[in-house]
């Protein structure tokens, strides 16, 4: 990995924008390195970023690469943000083909031209598209990390968090598990709040912690839908999950988020990247944990992971 905190994002549509602009606006890099193959957008989105620097805690280094993926070969992270949102206005799934062609033109150009770095792909649909990263280039797969669950367990947080009167999220630990699409699951067995289980808190005060759990996890599930109706896009939480993944790679935090990774047995599932808490640190996914699933929701997990294999089946080159 590049000694510099050097960032590269292919892809400066609304994600990888705010991807960009909050990892200024956290000083978590030294330089940004840009790739967009609309010419014009890339070219106006590096002066507004350039434009900003006064504004951020530490100076940084922007620079337009085009589509010259070759120059971000020594970037310690490459961020794939392309995708063309309008095509997952409904569906999770609209954008199968258009981004996966799109890793075509790039992923192994990057890996040829000797990139050592984290792969980070928060282009959906995030399990498949970070499946053919690794297919493509045979790539260490333990060094490819989808956004994944991430987003979705904050969403998750935020929904519990408001059930309870207002509850800090970060005070929460439950996480979405399986597919970054409509069939994730909470994994509500395991989920705590300062340790203790959401059930033993459900008990002793029904009426802050006794909410309507399936209610609750699909408002999660269905929660970016209700941010596409009135602005046609994700961008605010989805960026701060990617960034929050940047962060823990550079300060080797050996921290436990909820990303897509490539599953090797855990509960039985093994060869597509799907989403499970994972201790993140310099080398990328150290370890994916098994949380404690109930019986429901280790079905839910398997069919989740099913819809993940009947999407890449779908690719018809795989």
Not at 81 to 96: F, I, K, P
Not at 130 to 147: N, Q, V
Not at 220 to 239: D, F, L, N, P, S
Request: with cysteine; proline share 2%; net charge negative.
């Amino acid at each position: 990995m590049s000694s510099t905190r050097t960032v590269g994002i292919i892809g400066l549509g609304h994600v990888g924008a705010h991807v960009a602009n909050t990892l200024l606006l956290q000083g978590l890099v030294d330089e940004l390195r840009l790739c967009d193959i609309d010419a014009q957008k890339l070219a106006s989105e590096v002066q507004d970023l350039r434009d900003s620097l006064a504004f951020c805690p530490y100076n940084a280094a922007i620079v337009n690469c085009g589509d010259t993926y070759e120059e971000l070969a020594d970037c310690g992270i490459i961020v794939n943000a392309a995708g063309d949102v309008s095509l997952s206005s409904t569906n999770r799934d609209g954008e199968l083909f258009y981004t996966t062609d799109a890793c075509r033109t790039f992923a192994n150009r990057v890996v040829d031209a000797g990139f050592a770095g984290i792969w980070l792909t928060i282009a959906n649909p995030c399990d498949v598209v970070a499946t053919e990263i690794w297919h493509l280039t045979g790539y260490d797969p333990a060094r490819i990390i989808g956004s994944g669950t991430g987003l979705d367990s904050a969403r998750l947080r935020s929904q519990i968090s408001l059930a309870c009167g207002g509850l800090d999220p970060k005070s929460i630990d439950a996480y979405m598990i399986g597919e970054h699409g409509f069939s994730q699951i909470a994994a509500w067995k395991s989920a705590s709040i300062s340790g203790v289980p959401l059930s033993e808190l459900e008990a002793a005060d029904p009426e802050r912690f006794g909410f309507d759990l399936a209610e609750i996890e699909e408002l999660a599930r269905r929660g970016g839908y209700v941010t596409m109706a009135g602005k046609h896009c994700t961008e605010y939480a989805v960026a701060g999950a990617a960034v929050r993944l940047v962060g823990a790679i550079f300060h080797d935090e050996h921290a436990v988020l909820a990303a897509s990774t490539l599953l090797t047995g855990q509960y039985g599932e093994e060869g597509i990247f799907s989403s499970l808490p994972c201790i993140i640190g310099r080398n990328g996914v150290e370890r994916v944990l098994e949380l404690d699933l109930s019986d429901g929701e280790c079905e839910g997990f398997h069919t989740s992971c099913e819809h993940i294999r009947d999407n890449i089946a779908r690719l018809e080159w795989w």
